[in-house]
Nanobody, 123 residues
C-alpha cells in the first residue's frame, strides 16, 4: 500500500493550497480517508476525514469553514483544499487510510500512512 501526498509549499497568510494524496495497492473505496498534521514539537493531530463514498466529512474545529476534504474514487485520490491559511496551520500534513469511521479520529486507529508534505504559512 502506498499513499503519496503532494501539494505542500510556502504560502502567505490568507492564501490557499490544495493537497493531494494518491493511493495505490488498496481498494480505495473500502477506506475512509483522513488528513492529519504535525507541527514541530507537537503531536500529530486530526484535521479532516471523509467517508468511503464521500458523503460524510469531518473536521477539527480549527479548520471548519476554511478547509474542504474531498475524494475521487475513480482516481484513487483524496484532496484537502486549504483556504484562508494561518501561520498556525504550518505543519507536515499526512494522509491516512482506515477501514471504518471513528468517533475520535486517533492516529493509532489508521492502518496506512503517507509520507507527509510540508505546508509553511508565513505571516
Amino acid at each position: 500500500v502506498q499513499l503519496q501526498a503532494s501539494g505542500g509549499g510556502l504560502v502567505q497568510a490568507g492564501g490557499s493550497l490544495r493537497l493531494s494524496c494518491a493511493a495505490s495497492g488498496l481498494t480505495f473505496n473500502w477506506y475512509v480517508m483522513g488528513w492529519f498534521r504535525q507541527a514541530p514539537g507537537k503531536e500529530r493531530e486530526f484535521v479532516a476525514a471523509i467517508s468511503k463514498s464521500g458523503g460524510r466529512t469531518y473536521y477539527t474545529d480549527s479548520v471548519k469553514g476554511r478547509f474542504v476534504i474531498s475524494r475521487d474514487n475513480a482516481e484513487n485520490t483524496v484532496y484537502l483544499q486549504m483556504n484562508s491559511l494561518k501561520p498556525e496551520d504550518t505543519a507536515v500534513y499526512f494522509c491516512a487510510a482506515v477501514t471504518r469511521e471513528s468517533s475520535r479520529w486517533l492516529p493509532s486507529e489508521f492502518d496506512y500512512w503517507g509520507q507527509g508534505t510540508l505546508v509553511t504559512v508565513s505571516s
